[in-house]
């Protein structure tokens, strides 16, 4: 059974190696080698994506993929989405906002959901946006408009706390969106006022 | 916060008068494990030395068994093989009757029945196995249709094939026909529907030191796993014990499969020493596992001019599969529903369940209801279309009101919110206005096309609304609670808290939240202060099973009882008033100290008023009845057959939502389940067997089908449930079938009377061609 090859990938950060057969499905690389049971099984032919994980941030279904395909490569699963002990924003909406009842399907949806507010950028993303990403994460629970409330609902509360934090950093007034502010031509004059106020702003969102 | 770990004692300690627990969405108890995947399903278990079993199945749906081979040529050391002759006690799965097998002895009676079991320690070499085992069967002619099953051709359930037959009689049909103006006939069909829970069923069989069993898996209904698990190891009670892990949905679909599978996995470690897991995939799951009975439903009303009822006339018959297991009780609750919820002097309903060659249909949420109101509310849109009134004031002229009688001559006292759900379901949507505007747009692209003047796309789109009205008896039929006889209790834990002791399975539905609001409502503490004991049949008492829209309702009731009881030894002993979480705890403790455990334990006692007659099905056939009205809206592509939903609005009377955000999300859930059926999952067969038991061809909603819903929770309260609480979890699934018919109708003009209304069929009866099947 050991006969196979050593596979070295990043999980949640951790970096793992192990020893499995090249053809062996990620997902049974992770639940059964990697001891990551979170990531379930709904039908083993990449239909209904509640085995979605993040291959470098891409959201993939882990049962369609071969174990050889993982070699070096950053996976995160469900396991991985919360930093510590608290619940990440988009964890802590599902359950205040309904987005998960059996929980079969919610390790893969909050994966894929994940992976579209990384890839919105702070943005907020509209009810048919966030239908679309999640097309391929099947459902029988909720009815799906739930979990689309709780993927908005989470964009939102990350917006506003960056907005926030931004607002803090900044002079009021100079309420500039943190990318504009970045890229705008005449960035000196707002760097010097962001470092000046940096320190403090941190702080107090740290507490 | 939501802490991301289970939650201890904590802040309530100092709320003197806590918040309301019960109308206020609390956090899912069971929330933060599922979000961050701590959450153990029976999948993700292993034992030491544990074995991981597979089924040997029959690919004919009829037949004799001659002669079971195996391989030569294959390695078999390690193999564990079971067959029926390994089975200690009877070869059944003991439910309703005895006629299901355990495995097949003799005689194959479906496709995909299980004949052989295996188990290795390498899940891959039981696959292995799977291949090396060729069953040599005589072909028998099967009967696969409710059709085919009436004739009576070939026999295989007594001389009629009719497993179970009701008559449900009132008033004088003859006369009630003789006098009205109209009469409107319809024949309406629908066909099997898969759960589909996300979580593939799953039990892991263990044999202990002592010769007992213990079984854990993913069900609804732990007491029904132990029951039949006595009588085919023709063991005592006490030597089994079964116990439910994290289940991911159920429906009905985890009601009486468990037993089924449980036993299989029981009988590999049994016959093994080792623990084995036996976990389907989604193929065997959907191959092989119950599904909703289709239905063939006739329906006769009688009308004054008005639209006024004077005459019902319903056949229904259910296709119950090759054995009995759950479909007399399917079947009776379809029958109770058959008459909608609508006021009729004369009424006949007559309702058989038949015997086919395929695997037994079982419950699924609305258990034969949906079947039935679909069929019922399809048909008042025919009535409204032919008599010319609009569908919602025909609705309104015949739903029940308080002090009406039932088919079975229940007379309605309480809750009775039929008009109301109405009224503010058609309030709600805008009912009359949009459905003006929806006929003024498809006349005005009607126009236009002839003229030759098409929408972008040349897409030829129109749209409709249609409604439905559903009632839904919560708990069991008639006298079906006085003979599940539940029990629940109540008990403080070492620290002082208290514990809820149910065998009610939270599969998602947030049994277990509700419990604890329900219950520390009651005692005056915050929700978080209350625990929740795992439905394992050595620590629980029997509840019940968690079916039948029962929980909230039933055993939610007895833990109010608890709850009160509790408070008051509590509070008897302390000589005061408990006031809060911190003193609950306080006082706990000191009676944990000074005088030992403490158990409180409450039993169902039917409420005096409840009649009913199992011989002349007359009577209160359930407590109350929830209701709920539903408007679908529709955009049918005339070229294609596609339909899309626009948009779900519904408004439904479940007395009290003891959890407003869970409520709505069962609501929500159960309404895309009933679109599902309404328009896309079809099961397809070829000889007897599923051809497409994979979520590729079996279509379930995506989030790209779902429509947005409108939920209007109306709490008309129960006096007979907790808090006024009635049942919600199966009703909303009743209601939308009826609505997509009569809005495709309503869009288009044309009727189709067998769902799921594929492009297919909806083309056919847009082309006015006969419906074929």
């Known amino acids: ?207 | 916060m939501i802490r991301a770990s289970t939650p201890r004692t904590r802040r309530h300690k100092t709320t003197l008068r806590p918040e309301p627990a019960v109308g206020v969405s609390v956090p899912k108890r069971d929330g933060a494990d599922k979000v961050t995947g701590r959450a153990i399903y029976v999948d993700d278990l292993k034992f030491p030395g544990m074995l991981h079993g597979r089924t040997v199945r029959s690919t004919v749906a009829r037949g004799i068994i001659r002669r079971i081979e195996f391989d030569p040529a294959f390695d078999w050391s390690g193999v564990v093989i079971a067959d029926y002759k390994d089975i200690p006690g009877e070869n059944c799965v003991a439910h309703l009757t005895e006629d299901q097998p355990l495995l097949a002895g003799r005689e194959i009676e479906h496709a995909d029945q299980a004949i052989l079991l295996l188990a290795h320690a390498d899940p891959e070499r039981a696959e292995a196995a799977l291949g090396a085992v060729r069953v040599d069967v005589e072909s028998l002619d099967a009967v696969l249709s409710i059709e085919d099953s009436l004739a009576a051709r070939v026999k295989v359930h007594g001389e009629d094939n009719v497993f179970k037959e009701y008559n449900i009689a009132r008033g004088d049909l003859a006369a009630g026909f003789a006098a009205a103006a109209v009469v409107v006939e319809g024949v309406y069909r629908c066909g099997h529907q898969e759960q589909l829970y996300l979580e593939n069923n799953g039990m892991i069989g263990e044999r202990t030191a002592a010769g007992g069993i213990v079984v854990r898996g993913s069900m609804q209904c732990p007491y029904f796993v132990h029951h039949a698990l006595q009588r085919m190891f023709g063991l005592p009670p006490e030597k089994i014990r079964v116990i439910q892990t994290v289940t991911g949905g159920g429906f009905g679909g985890k009601e009486d499969y468990p037993s089924v599978i449980a036993g299989h996995a029981a009988l590999l470690a049994w016959k093994s020493g080792r623990p084995v897991k036996l976990v389907y995939d989604r193929l065997e799951d959907i191959a092989s596992t119950t599904k909703r009975h289709p239905a063939l439903i006739r329906v006769r009303t009688g009308h004054s001019r008005d639209g006024t009822l004077v005459a019902t006339d319903v056949d229904v018959v259910m296709d119950g599969g090759a054995y009995v297991t759950l479909s007399p009780r399917v079947l009776s609750r379809g029958a109770l529903h058959a008459g909608g919820a609508y006021r009729c002097p004369n009424v006949r309903i007559r309702a058989r369940a038949v015997a086919t060659n395929t695997p037994p249909n079982g419950a699924f949420r609305g258990f034969g209801a949906p079947q039935t109101v679909y069929a019922i509310e399809s048909h008042m849109d025919r009535v409204a279309a032919e008599l010319g009134l609009d569908p919602l004031d025909l609705r309104l002229r015949n739903a029940v009101v308080r002090g009406d009688q039932t088919p079975t001559g229940q007379i309605l006292r309480e809750s009775v919110s039929a008009v109301e759900v109405l009224d503010r379901t058609a309030k709600r949507v805008g009912w009359t206005e949009k459905r003006r505007r929806f006929e003024r747009e498809n006349a005005a692209a009607e126009r236009a096309e002839r003229a030759g003047r098409f929408a972008p796309g040349g897409r030829r789109l129109r749209r409709g609304i249609g409604l439905a009205l559903g009632w839904h008896g919560a708990s069991f039929t008639g006298s079906g609670e006085v003979r599940l006889a539940s029990v629940a209790a109540l008990e403080l834990s070492p620290e002082g808290r208290p514990r809820v002791m149910a065998a009610s399975a939270e599969i998602g539905q947030g049994a277990i939240t509700v419990f604890t609001q329900m219950v520390a409502e009651r005692l005056g503490v915050a929700p978080d202060l209350v625990l929740v004991e795992t439905p394992d049949t050595d620590r629980v008492p029997d509840s019940g099973p968690t079916v039948a829209s029962r929980t909230t309702m039933v055993v939610g009731g007895l833990l109010e009882d608890c709850a009160r009881g509790l408070r008051e030894r509590l509070e008897l002993f302390a000589e005061r008033a408990i006031e809060g979480g911190a003193d609950f705890q306080r006082v706990a403790r000191r009676f944990l100290d000074q005088r030992g455990p403490l158990r409180v334990e409450r039993g169902y006692r039917k409420p005096p008023w409840i009649e009913w007659n199992d011989d002349t099905y007359q009577g209160d056939a359930y407590p109350c009845f929830s209701y709920g009205a539903i408007a679908v809206e529709v955009e049918v592509d005339l070229d294609t057959g596609e339909v899309r939903v626009l948009k779900a609005t519904t408004a439904q009377d479940i007395g009290k939502a003891i959890h407003p955000l869970l409520c709505t999300g069962q609501i929500e859930g159960g309404t895309l389940q009933g679109l599902g059926w309404a328009l896309l999952e079809e099961v397809r067969w070829k000889d007897g067997r599923i051809w497409n038991h994979q979520l590729t061809n079996y279509i379930i909603p995506t989030s790209m089908d779902a429509p947005p819903f409108d939920v209007v929770l109306v709490e008309n309260p129960f006096p007979g449930g907790p808090f006024g609480a009635k049942g919600v979890g199966e009703l909303p699934m009743d209601l939308p079938a009826g609505a997509v018919v009569a809005a495709i109708a309503h869009a288009t003009g044309a009727r189709v009377d067998e769902i799921p209304i594929t492009p297919e069929r909806l083309l056919r009866a847009l082309d006015g061609r006969e419906e074929t099947r």
């Open chain 1, 1 to 207: 059974m050991s006969a196979g090859l050593a596979l070295d990938f990043t999980v949640n950060g951790k970096r793992r190696r192990v020893r499995v057969p090249p053809m062996k499905r990620l997902l049974d690389v992770l639940r059964e080698d990697c001891g990551l049971t979170g990531t379930k099984e709904g039908c083993g032919e990449g239909e209904c994506g509640a085995c979605t994980v993040l291959m470098d941030g891409v959201p993939v279904n882990s049962c369609l993929v071969p174990a050889v395909q993982a070699a070096g490569v950053k996976i995160v699963t469900v396991e991985g989405l919360a930093k510590g002990p608290a619940l990440s924003v988009l964890q802590r909406a599902f359950v205040e906002r309904g987005g998960t009842q059996c929980g079969s399907c919610t390790p893969g949806i909050l994966v894929t959901a994940h992976a579209l507010l990384q890839r919105a950028k702070g943005r907020v993303p509209g009810d048919a946006e966030v239908r679309e990403a999640l097309a391929g994460n099947l459902c029988r629970c909720t009815g799906y408009q739930m979990i689309v409330n709780a993927v908005r609902a989470a964009a939102r509360e990350t917006q506003a706390s960056a907005r926030k934090r931004a607002a803090r950093a900044a002079k009021p007034g100079a309420r500039a969106k943190v990318k504009s502010a970045r890229t705008k031509a005449k960035p000196a004059k707002t760097k010097v006022k962001t470092r000046t106020k940096a320190p403090r702003g941190r702080k107090q969102a740290g507490r």
